[in-house]
């Protein structure tokens, strides 16, 4: 029996057919776009508008915010959430819109200005007849737990860079979060807020009369101007 010939120009075809078909879809998952990145910020800080220019008082006061210390597992723009106590997971496609040094430092920044009535003058030129106090930050850990809680424990400081009094605490803040990545973000965002207020009454404190400032369970340490280590002028 005759090959049929049809049937051997009919096989090349089909798997030419199959072969543009492969080809196609490789192009097409070639060209597929990468999943989209969502960014996030802790915000300005300010809970309410800033006042205008003709509506501000004039600060009895000045705050200094330096740089933030952040550790160096959480100190990228991936968001990084904690697994268990010993295993995270970093996010590629949910970041923060800013390193998050920046963030937090701008958003503590921006409460305790609102919360003081005065703004941050850091980097910045100011008359020597107001008093300024700075306030560092150093961040030991920022744990974010999906649907559990957002973790924020500093060691901060508050000096007067008049007196050189130093008032140093440890604060933990924990606040419980919902499901998703922005009930973590906002849980981060109340702890700053948490922060700030008794960052300010400490600010508050050693402004009226230098005494020690009440608060609570927190631990603190004060130091006389003549005994802070290193209580240099700015």
Known sequence: ??????????RPAASAAVCAALVGATLLSGCASPPESRFYTLG?????????????????????VPTVQMPAQVARNQLVVQDDATRVTVLEQE???SPPADELRR???????????????FGSPHPENVPV?????????FESWPGSRAVLDTVWSVRSLRTHAVVTCNTVE?????????????????????LADTIASTVRALASSGREPVLGADACAVGAPSTVKGGGTS
């Open 107 to 121: 958003a503590l920044s921006g409460d305790l200005a609102a919360r003081l009535g005065t703004f941050d003058v």
């Open 174 to 194: 924990t606040e419980t979060v919902g499901p998703g990545y922005d009930a973590l973000v906002a849980g981060h965002r109340r702890a700053i807020g948490k």
């Open 44 to 64: 300005a800080g300010a809970d309410a508008a800033p006042p205008t220019a003709n509506e501000a008082p004039k600060p009895a006061l000045l705050i200094e």
């Open 133 to 141: 106090y700075r306030i560092a930050v150093n961040v030991r850990r």
């Open 1 to 10: 029996m005759k090959p049929d010939r049809f049937a051997f120009i009919a």
């Open 95 to 97: 970041r923060w819109a």
